[in-house]
């Protein structure tokens, strides 16, 4: 059993980013979405600054970023010209992988749709280890560990993040105040998009650790008539268990109107 001053003392652990949320930080209740598993989310309302957090003492804690690690990817590719753009296709090597829309051609905006690893992990060593290195002390992603090897320390290896991370650096994205070019962090944020209707857009991402399906990540951000909304779920399970979590959340608060 985490104490709540353990947890402080965490947050505090964390530095400015966190010390400056438990400013403003309220209980998220999630019991019925999350259905039992273990597992959290932070959601942040960015006109208000107010944070909802669920299970505050796993929402320090750092995993590993698995797919979601493709948008600061994404970003470092388009800042290095290691990928000239979102449309730019890399060709399928022809090796059968375990999701059939991963075996075929894919352009950065399709493989970011798709997931499909292999070709990030090939835009990771165009990029190389010296200029990713670089690029993360810059942006401070989680514990910035890519000793895990150039095309694979975001999958279950070295690079962890936690879900208050994640959201520092979703919001940093929104606001177009991550160190890379304006027009690559529009580029990434038009990537995302995955629902667009007339009330609401919803940016997002999954991740997936597919060693054992034992994490799954939601992270993104919702623009709405309101205002925008940025969140970052992780669960035991899977990246769509992570997203339909996230979903039921975000309708409950009338977030994503119907």
Known sequence: MVSLLSVLLLFAVMGAAANAWEQDTK??????????????????????????????????????????????????GLETSAVRDEY??????????????????????????????WFYQDLARTIGETRMQEYFSKVHYGNKDISGGIDAFWLDSSLRISAV??????EKLVKEKLPFAEKHQKTVKRMMIQDEQ???????????????????????????EKGT????????????????????????K????E
């Open 27 to 76: 209980e998220l209740q999630i019991d019925e979405a999350i259905n039992g598993k273990e597992g959290t989310m932070v959601l942040k309302n960015l006109q208000n600054d107010q944070v909802f957090i669920y299970n505050k003492a796993r929402s320090i804690r750092r995993f590993t970023p698995e797919s979601t690690f493709k948008v600061a990817n994404a970003l470092i």
């Open 198 to 224: 007339d009330q609401y857009t919803l940016h997002g991402k999954t991740g997936t650790r597919l060693s054992d399906l034992g994490l799954g990540w939601y992270v993104g951000f919702v623009e709405n």
């Open 229 to 252: 909304w940025v969140f970052a779920v992780n669960v035991e399970g899977s990246g769509t268990e992570a997203k339909n979590i996230a979903l039921k959340v975000l309708k409950e």
């Open 88 to 117: 730019e296709v890399k060709r399928w090597d022809g090796v059968e992988r375990e999701f059939e829309n991963w075996n075929r051609d894919h352009s950065l905006a399709s493989a970011m749709r798709e997931s499909a690893i």
């Open 254 to 257: 009338n977030i994503l109107m």
């Open 165 to 170: 991370e994640q959201v520092d650096f979703i």
